[in-house]
């Protein structure tokens, strides 16, 4: 009795840790906007020829002014409205009326080029500077990005081009990033062809992403839907995502920049999303991961038409951590590898990188999974100074199609494992998985319920 008390309050100490994701059950009150104006009023021409970067600029520089009067909305009236670069400013809403299409400018030359990140120390594609955002947010306070299924579209093939032929002079953009800010909601929008990422928070909190839907073509190279960075408090929910590498991806710096800069990823909640992931995985975590990676809770989640479902990626020289992740009700179908954990992955930002900086992967939860057309179950390998620990699978059904002899690869990585088809390698076969002395596998089932774990 008093061991079964004990057992219990070990185990709800534990689950604060873990229980405190609750962002998508906080859904931000969004007060209208007393002030709106119309970018027509900034001389803006919606025609998709009239380049509209002036007129960006003119507007939110004009809409700074009711920061302090309850904020401000700009309104894009249907049409094609071509621009370069633009910042937003503090309590705005950005609303893309049914119609309304901004589009980027296909001369680089209306993207800046600006530093890197601190927490990567270079450009992701090549080392020096990296081009700015066509939408971008530094230091704000409340910034809405939404509509009424509108459309905020990159033109993302000529930067892809310039990839693909080596001929980028910087890294190239994404389609919206928002530094070091807090309160940034982005909804009811369509988001079509970014130069990379589609959606790149960096360094903020409180986010929430909500019944945006984002895509760019199958062969378009390392192209990201939604990539949470160094931010917490984050909620993605109702979205569906279809991209060229990957669909949703967690990131938190790269080897020694992200060590230094040392801001983690916490605090995400990501649920009923629909995503598809041509050659990427369509939910990953890392590689860039040295920030921390932790106290993620993803639930009902479709993947189909994917390489790769589920992803964590390191490698040695990264340091960091992925913990205390929470994966469950997830379908898959026509899915080369299901579930993935790699210990060799990525590049490294150049050769000041500690060679003994080990990553950890540890308490990682993935139940009520069922996938029909997987190829690989799943495939585990661990780095062999740092193992992966505490892989927790339960109730996983994989209908493999016989194309490989091989359903699960493992090495350098520990778990338990209860109704897993096909059976699961012995290294995740601990048979003290079902055993109540094991605490070593935790779940949160739903956020009300703070619940524990077998
Ligand atoms: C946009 O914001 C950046 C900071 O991120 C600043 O350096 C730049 O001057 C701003 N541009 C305009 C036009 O306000
Ligand atoms: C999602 O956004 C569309 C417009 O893009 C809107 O018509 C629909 O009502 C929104 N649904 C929810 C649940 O917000
Ligand atoms: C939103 O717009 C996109 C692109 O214009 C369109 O494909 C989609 O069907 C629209 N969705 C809704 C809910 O109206
Ligand atoms: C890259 O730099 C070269 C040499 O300065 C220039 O000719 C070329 O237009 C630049 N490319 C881009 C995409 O900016
Ligand atoms: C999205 O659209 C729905 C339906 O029009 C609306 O109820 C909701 O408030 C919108 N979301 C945001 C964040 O504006
Ligand atoms: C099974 O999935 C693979 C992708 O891994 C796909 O190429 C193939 O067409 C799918 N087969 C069926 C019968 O849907
Ligand atoms: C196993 O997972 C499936 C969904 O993948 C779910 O429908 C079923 O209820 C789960 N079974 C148990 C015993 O939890
Ligand atoms: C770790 O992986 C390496 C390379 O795959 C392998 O040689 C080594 O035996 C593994 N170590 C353990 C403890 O499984
Ligand atoms: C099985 O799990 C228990 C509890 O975490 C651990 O002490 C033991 O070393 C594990 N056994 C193997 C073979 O991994």
């Not at 530093?115 to 990567?120: N, T, V």
């Not at 590049?347 to 900086?357: G, I, L, N, Q, T």
Request: net charge negative.
């Amino acid at each position: 009795m008093l061991v079964a008390l004990l057992l219990l309050l070990a185990l709800s100490n534990a689950l604060i840790v873990y229980g405190d994701v609750e962002q998508c059950g906080l859904n931000p009150k969004l007060d209208p906007r007393p002030h709106s104006v119309s970018i027509l009023e900034f001389g803006a021409v919606g025609d998709g020829k009239t380049l509209n970067t002036i007129a960006f600029q003119n507007a939110i520089f004009y809409l700074k002014s009711f920061a302090d009067k309850g904020g401000a909305q700009l309104y894009l009236p249907p049409g094609q409205w071509l621009t370069g670069s633009f910042n937003l400013t503090s309590h705005l809403t950005l609303f893309l009326e049914k119609g309304a299409v901004i589009i980027g400018s296909q001369d680089p030359s209306h993207w800046d080029v600006i530093e890197p990140l601190p927490s990567y120390g270079r450009g992701k594609d090549v080392p020096e500077g990296r081009h700015k955002s066509l939408i971008n947010g530094y230091k704000l306070e409340d910034v809405v990005i939404t509509g009424n299924n509108g459309t905020i579209d990159g033109m993302g093939m000529i930067w892809w081009d310039l990839y693909n032929s080596h001929s980028l002079n910087h890294s190239r953009p994404h389609l919206v990033e928002i530094i070091s800010s807090n309160f940034v909601v982005v909804s009811n929008l369509t988001f079509l062809n970014a130069p990379a990422y589609s959606i790149h928070p960096v360094y903020c909190s409180n986010v929430h992403i909500q019944n945006i839907s984002i895509s760019t073509p199958p062969d378009s190279p390392y192209t990201v839907g939604i990539v949470p960075d160094s931010s917490d408090n984050v909620c993605i929910e109702d979205c569906i995502v279809s991209m060229g590498f990957d669909a949703i991806s967690l990131k938190s710096g790269w080897d020694e920049y992200g060590l230094t800069y040392g801001r983690p990823t916490e605090k995400v909640h990501i649920r009923r999303v629909h995503l598809h992931a041509f050659s990427g995985s369509a939910l990953s975590f890392g590689s860039e991961m040295s920030g921390g990676i932790s106290n993620v809770l993803v639930e009902h989640v479709k993947i189909f038409n994917s390489n790769s479902g589920i992803e964590f990626r390191t490698t040695k020289g990264r340091g960091g951590y992925i913990k205390e992740i929470a994966i469950s009700n997830i379908e898959m179908e026509n899915v080369y590898t299901a579930i993935g954990a790699k210990g060799d992955c990525g590049s490294h930002p150049d050769d000041k990188f500690d060679p003994k900086a080990f990553p950890l992967l540890n308490h990682i939860t993935l139940k009520d999974i069922i996938g029909k057309n997987i190829t690989i179950a799943g495939s585990f390998e661990g780095i062999k100074e740092s193992p992966f620990t505490n892989i927790c699978l339960s109730n996983v059904t994989l209908s493999t199609n016989n194309v490989s002899p091989i359903t699960w690869e493992c090495s350098n990585v520990s778990g338990f494992s209860d109704s897993v088809l096909p059976e699961p390698c012995q290294e995740l076969h601990n048979a003290s998985y079902s055993s109540s002395s094991s605490s070593s596998c935790f779940y949160l089932m739903s956020l009300g319920r703070k619940t524990a774990g077998f």
